[in-house]
């Protein structure tokens, strides 16, 4: 068996450990591995839940060692997972951001892309999410497109 085909089982059987571990989220929790030397990666909500992780990695046959950069936010601090799917909730129930409006999050700081039809959208996405908890800033790259007229549907000055 290769070795990358070696470190892609032993990844696949440390997330399923964790998956099984109900101290554990699991869907905040991401694995790498190479050689044998298991990386985990992401947020959990406390002290314990990284430890239970670092000991579910070892827990698997094949596991040598664990890179353990879990990260256990402040419990002021919100993680940006958190803030993205909030902030996409507020472009969502605006009725006045169009469903094109993309967003990301890094270090809290969000970025909004995407088009939209009309200047009012524009600042209707700012304003959706700027109040979101946990965003330190708002970068908006949204791109004005007008939809193009049709010269059926203009009046003719002509007769």
Request: proline share 6%.
């Amino acid at each position: 068996m290769s070795m990358t085909a070696q470190s892609s089982e032993l990844r696949e059987r440390v997330q399923n450990e964790i998956v099984w571990d109900p101290m554990l989220t699991a869907n905040t929790i991401g694995v790498t591995s190479t050689d044998g030397i298991v990386t985990l990666t992401g947020y959990v909500g406390s002290y314990v839940e990284k430890i239970a992780a670092e000991a579910a990695a070892l827990r698997v046959v094949g596991t040598r060692a664990v890179a353990n950069d879990l990260v256990v936010p402040r419990e002021s601090e919100r993680i940006d997972p958190v803030i993205a799917r909030d902030a996409d909730c507020a472009l969502r129930v605006n009725l006045n951001v169009p469903p094109t409006v993309k967003v990301t999050v890094k270090n809290g700081h969000v970025t909004l892309e995407g088009t939209c039809e009309w200047w009012y959208q524009w600042g209707e996405a700012v304003r959706a999410v700027r109040h979101v908890p946990g965003v330190r800033s708002v970068t908006n790259f949204i791109t004005i497109v007008p939809r193009p007229e049709s010269r059926s549907a203009a009046p003719s000055l002509h007769r």
